[in-house]
């Protein structure tokens, strides 16, 4: 089985997924062009079925800050297997506890937690924890940032000019959503605000009733936009001046800018926050946590008021284990000394070649994640993309820099994520097959 998929071309396997899976792939986010078929996955590097390696800055969008398959987090897993815990599904365990505990000391924000499989299942969570807090519908969210699959965040990630048009502030832009089925209803209660525009936000909170603000703290969906000094703390404020809950949706910030989050870095404390990804380096968890009197609608004594939330596999053992093993990992500041001290490796690298190469160029940073935009201006928001980005000149550098073995996913403006299992030496190959496709294109 093994030596036919190793001689199977990729298309042979395409084909035969089209047959069975809708799309042809599972996560239709994924299908893109080159159909490269991976099967293999070791610390900084992944295999397709052919053999060949790649250095890995895709991270299976992101949530691998410790590289594949990192033995520790493995271990941790194993360990629970053979000490056959299992899903109970009844009552709390200490497991789950210690997780809890752990994520409730790395966070300042949290003062209770919750947990969930997805990072979307947090974010639709908190939405709804949101409105029963503050009994009001609408909610806020940022032009250019993704929080999820369902109804109220579904809209277009990456829009065209021509469907927002230009920039409006103060002001909000439509929702065009990212998928059919979902009620004008729904759209109707969600305003769409650019990010870094503390006016638009201030006018819709004045304008509608808003439950809450539900924004990445940096939007790293679009590449890397960061917050401008002042945005994230003006953000709380005028929540609190309006009565909205102000919740961050650190699914990628969180662990990867620090263990406290971007929320740390910056300094700042949403109401709410949801995390996912990088919590269990790959295993599927999410979080929603924050304020305590908030956070216990969760099990309100008046049954009117009582928010929901279930899941037959949440804190499933497996996944709690690889979150607990990564946090404590992560708690080490070896960790994060080692990811800082090779990204900057990058960084540098990458700069240096872009300046030689006499390249318009912006390499916007967030701690491990990165994205280079082929443009001067930094990006303060999805208008300063759309309106200098080199669309098509990213798209062909990635789709070179995958033929040498670089693998970045190939659709511009995708994050790259560097992982704590890179080497000097993946940095080095990077930098030497970066220089080849500059000047090859
Ligand atoms: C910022 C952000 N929020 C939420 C999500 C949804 O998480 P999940 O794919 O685990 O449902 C993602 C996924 O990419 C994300 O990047």
Same mark, same amino acid.
């Given at each position: 089985?093994?030596?036919?998929?190793?001689?199977?071309?990729?298309?042979?396997?395409n084909r035969?997924?089209g047959?069975y899976?809708?799309?042809?792939?599972?996560?239709?986010?994924?299908?893109?062009?080159?159909?490269?078929?991976?099967?293999?996955?070791?610390?900084?590097?992944?295999?397709?079925?052919?053999?060949?390696?790649?250095?890995?800055?895709?991270?299976?969008?992101?949530?691998y800050?410790?590289?594949h398959?990192?033995?520790?987090?493995n271990?941790?897993?194993?360990?629970?297997?053979?000490?056959?815990?299992?899903?109970?599904?009844?009552?709390?365990n200490?497991?789950?506890?210690?997780?809890?505990?752990?994520?409730?000391?790395?966070?300042?924000?949290?003062?209770?937690?919750?947990?969930?499989?997805?990072?979307?299942?947090?974010?639709?969570?908190?939405?709804r924890?949101?409105?029963?807090?503050?009994?009001?519908?609408? #909610?806020?969210?940022?032009l !250019?940032?993704?929080?999820?699959?369902?109804?109220? +965040?579904?809209?277009?990630?990456m829009? $065209? *000019? &021509?469907?927002?048009?230009?920039?409006?502030?103060?002001g909000?832009?439509?929702? #065009?959503?990212?998928?059919? !089925?979902?009620?004008?209803?729904?759209?109707?209660? +969600?305003?769409i605000?650019?990010?870094? $525009? *503390? &006016?638009?936000?201030?006018?819709?909170?004045?304008?509608?009733?808003?439950?809450?603000?539900?924004?990445?703290?940096?939007?790293?969906?679009?590449?890397i936009v960061?917050?401008?000094?002042?945005?994230?703390?003006? *953000?709380?404020?005028?929540?609190?001046?309006?009565?909205?809950?102000?919740i961050?949706?650190?699914?990628?910030?969180?662990?990867?800018?620090?263990?406290?989050?971007?929320?740390?870095?910056?300094?700042?404390?949403?109401? *709410?926050?949801?995390?996912?990804?990088?919590?269990?380096?790959?295993?599927?968890?999410?979080?929603?946590?924050?304020?305590?009197?908030?956070?216990?609608?969760?099990?309100?004594?008046?049954?009117?008021?009582?928010?929901?939330?279930?899941?037959?596999?949440t804190?499933h053992?497996?996944?709690?284990?690889?979150?607990?093993?990564?946090?404590?990992?992560?708690?080490?500041?070896?960790?994060y000394?080692?990811?800082?001290?090779?990204?900057?490796?990058?960084?540098?690298?990458?700069?240096?070649?872009?300046n030689?190469?006499?390249?318009?160029?912006?390499?916007?940073?967030?701690?491990?994640?990165?994205?280079?935009?082929?443009?001067?201006?930094?990006?303060?928001?999805?208008?300063?993309?759309?309106?200098?980005?080199?669309?098509?000149f990213?798209?062909?550098?990635r789709?070179?820099?995958i033929?040498?073995?670089?693998?970045?996913?190939?659709?511009?403006?995708?994050?790259?994520?560097?992982?704590?299992?890179?080497?000097?030496?993946d940095?080095?190959?990077?930098?030497?097959?970066?220089?080849?496709?500059?000047?090859?294109i």
């Amino acid at each position: 089985m093994m030596i036919k998929e190793k001689l199977t071309p990729f298309t042979e396997i395409n084909r035969e997924a089209g047959h069975y899976i809708a799309g042809g792939v599972v996560s239709i986010n994924r299908k893109v062009s080159p159909q490269i078929v991976f099967i293999k996955g070791k610390g900084s590097k992944i295999y397709d079925v052919t053999g060949k390696e790649y250095i890995d800055y895709h991270a299976g969008f992101a949530p691998y800050l410790l590289g594949h398959n990192f033995k520790k987090i493995n271990d941790a897993v194993l360990e629970v297997i053979k000490s056959e815990w299992s899903l109970m599904g009844s009552g709390t365990n200490p497991l789950e506890i210690k997780l809890a505990r752990l994520l409730c000391e790395s966070i300042p924000s949290l003062e209770l937690v919750q947990i969930t499989n997805t990072g979307s299942e947090a974010t639709a969570h908190a939405i709804r924890l949101a409105r029963a807090w503050t009994k009001r519908d609408d #909610i806020i969210l940022t032009l !250019g940032g993704y929080n999820g699959w369902h109804n109220e +965040v579904a809209r277009h990630v990456m829009p $065209d *000019l &021509e469907e927002i048009g230009s920039r409006v502030s103060a002001g909000e832009y439509p929702f #065009i959503a990212s998928s059919s !089925g979902i009620p004008e209803s729904t759209k109707e209660k +969600v305003h769409i605000v650019n990010f870094n $525009d *503390l &006016e638009s936000v201030e006018y819709v909170l004045k304008n509608y009733p808003v439950a809450c603000l539900l924004t990445e703290p940096v939007l790293q969906n679009i590449g890397i936009v960061s917050p401008k000094p002042g945005y994230l703390q003006g *953000l709380i404020d005028l929540c609190e001046k309006y009565g909205a809950l102000c919740i961050f949706d650190e699914v990628k910030t969180g662990f990867r800018s620090a263990l406290g989050g971007y929320q740390a870095v910056a300094g700042v404390k949403p109401h *709410l926050s949801v995390f996912g990804k990088a919590v269990a380096n790959g295993y599927p968890i999410g979080v929603i946590g924050g304020k305590k009197e908030i956070m216990d609608l969760f099990d309100s004594p008046d049954p009117a008021k009582r928010v929901l939330i279930a899941g037959t596999y949440t804190a499933h053992p497996i996944n709690t284990a690889a979150s607990i093993a990564t946090i404590e990992f992560l708690k080490n500041p070896k960790a994060y000394a080692w990811i800082d001290k090779i990204s900057n490796r990058l960084y540098k690298g990458l700069t240096n070649l872009f300046n030689e190469f006499g390249i318009s160029f912006n390499l916007s940073t967030n701690a491990s994640s990165f994205c280079v935009y082929f443009c001067e201006k930094t990006p303060d928001d999805l208008h300063d993309i759309l309106e200098n980005h080199d669309f098509k000149f990213d798209s062909i550098y990635r789709k070179a820099l995958i033929e040498r073995g670089i693998y970045h996913f190939p659709i511009p403006c995708k994050q790259g994520s560097i992982s704590y299992a890179h080497s000097e030496e993946d940095i080095d190959i990077t930098l030497a097959a970066t220089r080849e496709v500059l000047k090859s294109i």
